[in-house]
């Protein structure tokens, strides 16, 4: 019986914990303050040509596994687009001195300067907030 309410009990912290690292408008009042707008959902499309790579070995053609984008558009690669893309090139100008256009289209040079920071692309939900600056 002890161990069926601590396994209950378990359940219930670790649901609750997800839902309040997961709940939408994580960093709100940050975001606000930093004068970075909300993003929209923009997801990405990605075709088959997205998946093929060469390798450099023998020159022979693999298919990576897709990488699934969620409602929101993330994870954000080379070619996305949207409100997200926006607040990445404003936070990576205005916190590290990027000379980025702030156009919302995640192209090379945004690219560069993301992976300039340490960060990877792609840009996984997670990760988004640390390069605008939220905790």
């Known amino acids: 019986m002890k ?5 209950i009990v378990a359940i219930l912290v670790i649901a609750g914990a997800a839902y309040f690292y997961f709940k939408p408008g994580k960093g709100g009042e940050i975001l606000k303050k930093l ?6 959902a923009d997801p990405v499309a990605i075709g088959p ?8 070995d023998n020159g022979a ?5 897709p990488i699934i984008q969620d409602k929101n558009g993330f994870p954000l690669m080379e070619g996305s687009r949207g409100e997200f893309v926006k607040n990445i090139q ?3 100008n205005t916190r590290f001195g990027s000379d980025l256009v702030v156009d919302g289209i995640l192209g090379t040079k ?13 840009v996984y939900y997670k990760h988004y907030y640390s390069i605008i600056g939220v905790k």
């Open 90 to 92: 404003t936070a990576l």
């Open 49 to 56: 040509e997205d998946l093929t790579v060469k390798a450099p």
């Open 3 to 7: 161990k069926t309410i601590i396994i």
């Open 110 to 122: 945004t690219a560069r300067a993301i992976s300039a920071q340490g960060f990877q692309v792609p």
């Open 35 to 40: 004068g970075i707008k909300k993003a929209a």
């Open 61 to 65: 053609f693999v298919t990576a596994a």
